[in-house]
């Protein structure tokens, strides 16, 4: 090797092509034992992304190094689900390197998009929530926040979706088949997580009594670090991912009486508890794997977050002034009765200032009014599990009751509603309450949720303790929600109105003036077209199917769940069918309608949804009178990156939400940010979606929260809107009848019987005629393309509210107590 080369080599950090290349070389060489002659494509890629790692180890300790220095105040997130999709493309943007290192892959002969194709999605979490999480931790490193994202590395994600005759059939993700060069994994972080056992009383030195939590199993939890880079600010954060090993001990006595078998079978059952994400349909399941995996990842955290804290601070109960934990949902909320246990039973505080420091250190979000998803662990699987815990929560409750009673007298019912435990046949706790009554702050994730939780689920204890509920609506990274995935459009606004909008996403407001700039508009429109292109390529070569890309692009992606109905929009377009058959002359607005997601395994009525929706479209899709004028189809396995394509090429986006069901919603921003046209509900955050682009910006149709109220106090009968509505009636019998099946006539009867004499929960009958209408404004809006993209526009340019650094910094302001870090981190962005 001739020295040049081996110099090029030994380049670590170069920022330029050439350097990259050479690294690129190396760890194909070095890293992988292999060449450039030789490797393939998988193996290009791992060196790739070591090349890229390479360039954020110096900022990954640095930034480490800089916290522990400065003693900053640590935000720890902790969270069952981080959907954080691909990582290469995002690393590279925020590192502003994407142009080097697509040069030097083509340099080294290959296609940078397809080495970027390579990755599997880190997809673990099921929606919405995973995917918040994803987008706070690029906020905290683009913010310069110490924010530390804290969860489990499952060995399989969110199932993959298969179409399989229409019907949904589910494989497991095995993203980490061939290992992931992201995660590095650290021996040297490794916690014992104790469960079973029991909790023996005993006095001590001073007399008092104390608790041991003795004869316990326990599993250890490994940590496993993703670097999380801010937005060219020279952060790096981290996410750290546990994954279950097994202790090293346990099988020895099992080794000596020659039971090899069983005790290897031992080992897996400790690393069960790490090996899948729970697909959650909003309903709580209750499985004590699931309360296994909770407690694996609070209690392993919790030791990593003490261990550090104690590196640098004497006295925990400064905790609060340096610690803030973030619960995301109640998933980690037994956080509550482990710090209290940490602090009493290993640090030998008294009950009070446990308490104390608890309260003030952690906080809550609330994701859902539903009822039935809200967490409530039966007592006897705590008692067995976590014994100690379970005293604990005993004692928490026991004091708050108290409380209760001094607040509101002696209200039978209302302490009742409000104890963490819950009495009758199964008492559970409820870990909701739990998380109330152990932090000092609830949020919600937009205004109508807010306000919905302290006026339904939670108004007893809104109304004890006013203060602690407060709203942070959702928001979304603007890197990877608009300058990753819609990179022609962002380059326009770049080119028009400086690149401030990265961070600071509310300068979109400056393109409100380009609505009658007709260069401007006419390229903004021209995008929207390439976009739709570059989709229908896409599905063409995945999927098989045509695209009308001179159609509507009307997309509906999100989870499948009856309250999101989908079932409303799979009713439009055989409405849609119908009225083309029977009026073959008449002008249509073409469109092509595209739902994707997943339904849970164990929710029956979702997946027949989407196996009603694949019906309809091959109704639709075969129909030659069709052509031109409607399509319909079901992408399967729905995913960040697959969201990447879509959100881009849609000019409509479906939210269309029963009023008061959806909390937040995140997609309905990520399409409003990249030009679609919102048809929705005021629901979630639709509502502040209006409030900003406009009212005449935004579709709005069906009944509001009060209305869907009104409606069922005063009686709904969803028999009244099925024979009042032709278009309606006509479809819904198609749907009975088998039209739409005519080999398996009575198929959908679940379906029909839930919406006649189940009387439609959801309400979706009540809305449709004033959903078919809103369908009309939208074709002709749509007919008038000027028009149609002044208001695409207004999106874009209105919609800075709802990027995740707003909402961030709002937590780190009312929540974390941490706003002076935020205004150190903005001085240095840009640089
Ligand atoms: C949940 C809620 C959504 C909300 C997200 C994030 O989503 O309305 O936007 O959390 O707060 F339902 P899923 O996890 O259910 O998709």
Redo the contacts with the bound molecule.
Sequence with gaps: MSTTTSKKLNVKTGMDTESIKADILSHLRYSLATDIETANKKEFYKSVVLSVMDRLHDSWLNTQKEYREKKTKKIYYISMEFLIGRLLDNALVNLNLEQEFRDACKDLGYDYEEIRDIENDAALG???????AACFLDSMATLGLAGFGYGIKYDYGIFKQKIHDGYQIERPDDWLRFGTPWATTRPSVMYPVRFYGRSVPYTDEDGHLRFKWENTQHVYALANDIPMPGFRNGVVNNLRLWKATSPKSLDLTSFNQGEYINAVRDIELHENISRVLYP?D?IFVGQELRLKQEYFLVSSTLQDILREYKQQHDDLRDLPKYVAIQCNDTHPNLAVPDLMRILMDEEGFDWETSWDITVKTLSY?N??VLPEALEKWPVSMLRNLLPRHLQIIYEINKRFINKVHEHFGDDVNRVRRMSIISEGEQPSVQMANLGIVGTHKVNG??AL?TDLIKKTIFRDFFEMYPERFTNKT?GITPRRWLKQCNKPLADLITSEIGDSWITHLSDLRKLDDKVNDKKFMKKYSDIKQQNKERLAAYVKENYGFELNTKAIFDIQI??IHEYKRQLMLAIYAAAQYNYIKANPDAPVVPRTIIFAGKAAPGYAMAKMFIKLINSISDKINNDPDMEGKLQCFFLDNYSVTLAEQLIPAADVSEQISTAGM?????GNMKFALNGAVTIGTLD??NVEIKEEVGDENIIIFGLTVEGVEELRRSGYSSWEYYNADKALKQVIDQIRDGFFEPDHPSLFHTITNSLLDGNDYFLVLADYPAYAEAQKEVDALYSKPDEWFKVALYNTARVGKFSSDRTISDYATDIWGCEDQLNKGREYQGS
């Design positions: 099921n929606g919405g929530l995973g995917r918040l959650n909003k979000t994701h859902t994730v937009a949720h959702n999100k989870r959806e909390a937040s919603g995140t979630g955050a």
